[in-house]
């Protein structure tokens, strides 16, 4: 069975730094690419960012460019994102996602952990 | 940047009806797109990949179609399950992936 259970989340004051973890189990970790997907209160998801199987390969959406840093740690069967530069527009649930096939280009996500919420505020 | 614009936002509708949800992409997504449904409180589900294929397990009253930049979600008959919320997203590649701003189903 797939499981991906994320942790790291809290409340940071603006300007804060934060690390989420992302544990991976039943399926070839290595094989997939992984992504990162956070949702405000009361919004649709945001994709974040994604990194391929290997690692070799990582992409952001433009509002985090430069602030949060995804890393994958494939013998942990784990996935990171580490945050920076926090602002209040970062609040949110995020996700760790996993890609439906192995090797595509761009795929659905067809399985998403429980969520861990971070909250940026003074 | 691609832009997928959901309508309706809000849909009510009894058990029994047939409801259908359109997704209209900002430009040429061909058929890479999704649909997701979700719970309060809880992560997306997967129901649809490539505009038409329904993922593993979802049953057969969800049905999708289209490709270019008009989409649609299509519930057979409404069980009191899939009052929920429906997003769509388009994958068109890793380094650009957006998600529509949904439809909330509710009851009647």
């Known amino acids: 069975e797939v499981q991906l259970l994320e942790s790291g989340g809290g409340l940071v004051q603006p300007g804060g730094s934060l690390r989420l973890s992302c544990a991976a189990s039943?399926?070839?970790?290595?094989?997939?690419?992984m992504s990162w997907v956070r949702q405000a209160p009361g919004k649709g998801p945001e994709w974040v960012s994604s990194?391929?199987?290997?690692?070799?390969?990582?992409n952001y959406a433009d509002s985090v460019k430069g602030r949060f840093t995804i890393s994958r740690d494939n013998s942990k069967n784990t996935l990171y994102l580490q945050m920076n530069s926090l602002r209040a527009d970062d609040t949110a649930v995020y996700f760790c996602?996993?890609?439906?096939?192995?090797?595509?280009?761009?795929?659905?996500?067809?399985?998403w952990g429980q969520g861990t919420l971070v909250t940026v505020s003074s | 940047d691609i832009r997928m614009t959901q309508s309706p936002s809000t849909l009510s509708a009894s058990v029994g009806d047939r409801v259908t949800i359109t997704c209209r992409a900002s430009?040429?997504?061909?058929?890479?797109l999704a649909w997701y449904q979700q719970k309060p409180g809880k992560a997306p589900k997967l129901l649809i990949y490539?505009?038409?294929n329904l993922d593993s397990g979802v049953p057969s009253r969800f049905s999708g179609s289209g490709s270019g930049t008009e989409f649609t979600l299509t519930i057979s008959s409404l069980q009191p399950d899939d009052f929920a919320s429906y997003y769509c997203?388009?994958?068109?590649?890793?380094?650009?992936?957006?998600f529509g701003q949904g439809t909330k189903l509710e009851i009647k």
């Open positions: 996602a996993k890609d439906r096939s192995v090797g595509a280009v761009a795929d659905p996500f067809d399985y």
């Open positions: 039943g399926f070839s970790f290595s094989s997939y690419a």
């Open positions: 990194m391929s199987g290997g690692g070799g390969t990582t």
């Open positions: 430009q040429s997504i061909s058929n890479l």
């Open positions: 490539k505009a038409s």
């Open positions: 997203q388009q994958y068109i590649s890793h380094s650009e992936c957006t």
